[in-house]
């Protein structure tokens, strides 16, 4: 009986960690999936920040250390760390830069804010920060290179983050925190107490049926600019399936964001594959 063979750290770290991602990148041609699963798991160190301190200056000693581990690295200086040293490889060869890198640890500053979104700007603007710029560094490590393939990558990756919001509500209400647009939910009068208490008021599944609808359109968004993604980039473009898959399990819940149909929900993996198979998303 042979041994299954073990997964890089980095490649086992995003599946346990960021399933969704771990699946896409199964796509993107065998010798760059390292490098994706490398930015990935680099992404969710960060991205765990708010969750893994139970003080918010604990958060930002947090986000400094990283900050720091990035300007040693600009300096030539790597430190000891399972992700740290694989990013490394990937700034000394140019296909990251520290600056991009700095970019995404920035971004999660919010985080430690614990405060609501004012509206859908701001919402838009932390998730064009963290999930569109990701998928932006996700595509040129695959190759694409230009201005209308980063837009691309760029609106893939902005249509996933909005679902990625809207199927962590209950996550984060447990810790009560929220980010979804203040103003939104003032005009269909949703209060915070609604949501951290998971009420199954007909005026938060309104809500979030809006809340969906526009994230309909991102995706639409997304795939109407596809053609302008390199086929070597499917992968970063291939998580608008998932939010899709994610936005149709919503609606069967009847726009319930605390049904564990809609939060709990697994990827939609044959609709992935059959996406992947015909180059598509």
Known sequence: MTDTPKLPYCADYVRRHDRDRFLCALFASPDKRDDLFTLYAFNQEVSKTR??????????????????????????????????????????????????????????????????????????????????????????LLGAKGE??????????????????????????????????KDQMELHNVAQGDIF????????????????????????DARSARKALPKSALAVGLPVVLADGYLRKLAKAGYDPFSAEFGLARPASLRLTLNGMFKRY
């Open 51 to 140: 969750e893994m301190v139970s003080e918010v200056m604990l958060g930002h000693i947090r986000v400094q250390w990283w900050h720091d581990a990035l300007s040693d690295l600009a300096e030539g200086t790597v430190r000891k760390h399972e992700v740290i040293e694989p990013l490394a490889e990937l700034v000394k060869s140019g296909d990251l830069s520290v600056e991009d890198l700095g970019a995404l640890v920035t971004a999660r500053e919010f985080d430690l804010e614990d405060r609501q979104p004012e509206n859908q700007v701001e919402l838009d603007r932390y998730i064009d920060q963290t999930s569109g710029h990701l998928s932006v560094l996700a595509a040129r």
């Open 197 to 220: 208490e998971f009420r199954k008021k007909d005026e938060v599944k309104t809500f979030i049926r809006a809340l969906a609808e526009l994230a309909r359109q991102r995706i639409k």
């Open 148 to 181: 209308d393939a980063e837009h691309a990558a760029r609106l893939a990756g902005n249509a996933y983050g909005l679902v990625g919001i809207m199927r962590a509500i209950v996550f984060h209400g447990r810790a009560k925190r929220l980010y979804l647009p």
